[in-house]
């Protein structure tokens, strides 16, 4: 597609739960990153990932939280032992190498723990 | 990446210019200045960036002054799609570190 693509746009789940969130960059973008938004706050980052590996996973929470890119393309961000603090919107974004340096954003995933 | 302090929130009349303020006295040298935005329930969007010139596109323009502590957003002609969260940050151009949002300023244009 055109766009950053991110799937599910909603998902609701129970305390414990494990979750995946997947995102599809814009083709040919090999900057892809992760950031969580809770209501009423700016977007929160927490992962970066240049091709395939993790260069900068210094915004991750903690180790319920890994996120993934084994091709360079796709990225799932995983969530284990879902807890309720984890409710937001998890955006996804992408970044070419043109000289703007501008990020791309998926519309997002809206995440609810019960 | 530098800090950035903006206001919380402004208020426009529809068809006037507004002009969001943004400081960021502890910017670098080469770390240039962005402007995102975010309207309700959609990802944030790329609205313009500098370094230390003045910049203009299709959405906005930015200025910058001349020591680089400070810039303004200006939309020329507010419309009631322009409603929206403001984020202004700095930081080195396809530098591989993430941007820090921070809150930014919730503008309501108003008929």
């Known amino acids: 597609g055109a766009g950053v693509s991110q799937t599910p746009s909603n998902k609701v789940t129970e305390k414990g739960k494990y979750v995946e969130l997947r995102c599809d960059p814009i083709s040919g973008h090999t900057a892809l990153y992760w950031y969580r938004q809770s209501l009423g706050q700016g977007p929160e980052f927490l992962i970066y990932f240049q091709g395939t590996g993790a260069a900068d996973d210094s915004g991750l929470p903690n180790d319920r939280f890994f996120a993934v890119r084994p091709e360079g393309s796709v990225s799932t961000l995983k969530i284990q032992r879902t807890e309720r603090g984890d409710s937001a919107v998890y955006l996804c974004a992408s970044r070419g190498e043109g000289l703007s340096g501008e990020l791309f954003f998926g519309e997002g995933s809206r995440l609810t723990v019960l | 990446d530098a800090k950035t302090t903006q206001p919380p929130s402004m208020d426009c009349a529809e068809g006037r210019a507004a002009n969001l303020p943004c400081n960021h006295s502890?910017?670098?040298?080469?770390?240039?200045v962005y402007w995102y935005r975010q309207i309700h329930s959609q990802g944030p969007q790329y609205i313009i960036h500098g370094l230390k010139n003045n910049e203009t596109n299709e959405m906005a323009s930015l200025i910058i002054t001349e020591d680089r502590k400070s810039s303004t957003l200006i939309l020329p002609h507010a419309t009631l799609r322009d409603t929206a969260v403001y984020y202004c940050?700095?930081?080195?151009?396809?530098?591989?570190?993430?941007?820090?949002f921070g809150k930014g300023t919730s503008l309501l244009v108003t008929p």
């Open positions: 940050i700095v930081r080195t151009i396809n530098s591989g570190y993430a941007l820090n």
């Open positions: 502890t910017i670098s040298g080469n770390e240039y």
